[in-house]
């Protein structure tokens, strides 16, 4: 009798330390697909784009995109149409951003700023067009922006933007 309760005692012990291992596993699963989560995180950002023409002619402009870095990798675009400004004057455009970071191979710096919930990126565009004044006039004008930023995970708003 001792030995059958035993044999029970030690069969219930496997079958403990089985589900133990295979909660282990399930927990390790958890963990590597939360990780490829963070790796390859989205974001989707609404920005307002403002464009803003201190000429005394209007500017017409053509279709033009804002490319987003992260350690000089692409992360993302933002694409506008074509449009005007008027003279002396700002014109405000809402751009939807979407930043993916598949092209980062792993990157311990990329995975603690995420966990601190403050991303650095940069980006750049070429604004090309024509200035036209009293409909006589058309010059051509271009202008570049570089900026770097930190965007907030949180709230998916950009703060600490500096642009040249």
Request: aromatic residues 6%; positive net charge; glycine residues 4%.
């Amino acid at each position: 009798m001792a030995d059958q309760q035993r044999k029970t005692e030690m069969e219930s012990a496997a079958e403990v330390s089985k589900e133990l291992k295979r909660k282990k596993r399930v927990k390790l699963l958890v963990y590597a697909l939360a990780f490829a989560i963070f790796q390859t995180i989205v974001i989707l950002l609404n920005a307002q784009v403002a464009i803003k023409n201190t000429n005394f002619g209007h500017f017409k402009f053509q279709n033009t995109t804002i490319s987003f870095d992260y350690g000089g990798v692409g992360v993302g675009d933002a694409l506008f149409a074509t449009g005007r400004s008027k003279a002396r004057s700002t014109k405000k455009m809402n751009v939807a951003v979407e930043l993916n970071s598949n092209n980062i191979l792993n990157n311990s710096n990329l995975q603690s700023e995420i966990e601190s919930g403050f991303l650095a990126l940069t980006c750049h565009s070429k604004l090309s067009g024509k200035v036209q004044l009293m409909k006589l006039i058309k010059k051509k004008k271009s202008a570049e922006m570089r900026c770097a930023m930190v965007v907030n995970l949180v709230t998916k708003a950009i703060q600490d933007i500096k642009c040249q």
